[in-house]
C-alpha cells in the first residue's frame, strides 16, 4: 500500500549531536513537509519542499536542516543549534499545489534528548 | 495573518452524545479548511475537508461547513464512540505559491462508555 514512513518511532540524542529522521513516501507526491508538535500544542512547520532539489523555510527553521535529492525522500536533521529539539516530529507529502491536494501524514519520529 | 482557533480541551463525552468542536479562522482570502485526528502515538489522518464556502465536509459520521460569513468550520458528530476518542486539529491552508496548513492547537476528545 503507498503511503509514508518515518524512521525510527523513537529517537535519542546527546547533547550537541546531530541527529537525521528519515521520511520516505512512495505515493509520487511533488511536495512534502516537517513539521514539529509539542504537547498541548498545534503543529508548527519547519521546512517544506515542493520539488526535487528545491526547499524553503517554514516558520520555524532555525536549528534544522533538510535536503531533497529524490522525489520520495526527505530527511531532516536536528543540529546542535536547536536548543530544544524535545519533541514529536511529523513528515507529510501531497500531490501538488493544487487547492483541493490534501496533505498525507506519516506515524512520526519521538525525539528526546539523553 | 492567517491563524486557526479552537475551543479548548479537554472534551469528555459520554458514548451517543452529540459532539461539536468549535473552529474559527482569519486568512487573507479563500483558504480550504480540513479537519484532521490523531489517535495515540500516531499521525495525522485527514477526517474531512471543504474548500469553499458552503461546503460541506462529511466522513465517518462528522460533519463540517464552511461559513464564511462567520468564517467558521466547527466539527460536529451526532452519535460518539469510544472509538472517537482522539486528537481533532482544524487547519488552513492558503494557496500562495505553497501548500502552506496552518493548525489550530488541538482538542482532545475522550468518550466514556
Known amino acids: 500500500d503507498g503511503g509514508i514512513t518515518q524512521s525510527p518511532k523513537y529517537l535519542f540524542r546527546k547533547e550537541g549531536q546531530n541527529v537525521t529522521l528519515s521520511c520516505e513516501q512512495n505515493?509520487?507526491?511533488?511536495?512534502m513537509y516537517w513539521y514539529r508538535q509539542d504537547p498541548g500544542q498545534g503543529l508548527r512547520l519547519i521546512y517544506y519542499?515542493?520539488?526535487?532539489?528545491?526547499?524553503q523555510k517554514g516558520d520555524i527553521a532555525e536549528g534544522y536542516s533538510v535536503s531533497r535529492e529524490k522525489k520520495e525522500s526527505f530527511p531532516l536533521t536536528v543540529t546542535s543549534a536547536q536548543k530544544n529539539p524535545t519533541a514529536f516530529y511529523l513528515c507529510a507529502s501531497s500531490r501538488g499545489q493544487a487547492d483541493n491536494q490534501p496533505q498525507h501524514f506519516g506515524d512520526g519520529t519521538r525525539l528526546s534528548i539523553l | 495573518g492567517n491563524s486557526v482557533t479552537q475551543m479548548e480541551g479537554p472534551v469528555t463525552l459520554s458514548e451517543e452524545a452529540f459532539l461539536t468542536i468549535n473552529c474559527t479562522y482569519t486568512?487573507?482570502?479563500?483558504?480550504?479548511l480540513f479537519w484532521y485526528v490523531q489517535y495515540p502515538g500516531e499521525g495525522l489522518q485527514l477526517l474531512l475537508k471543504a474548500t469553499k464556502a458552503d461546503d460541506k465536509g462529511s466522513n465517518k459520521g462528522f460533519e463540517a461547513t464552511y461559513r464564511k460569513e462567520t468564517t467558521s468550520f466547527h466539527l460536529e458528530k451526532g452519535s460518539v464512540q469510544v472509538s472517537d476518542s482522539a486528537v481533532y486539529f482544524c487547519a488552513l491552508r492558503y494557496a500562495q505559491g505553497a501548500q502552506k496548513l496552518v493548525f489550530g492547537q488541538g482538542t482532545r476528545l475522550t468518550i466514556n462508555p
Open positions: 486568512a487573507t482570502g479563500y483558504p480550504s
Open positions: 519542499s515542493q520539488i526535487v532539489n528545491d526547499f
Open positions: 505515493l509520487n507526491h511533488d511536495a
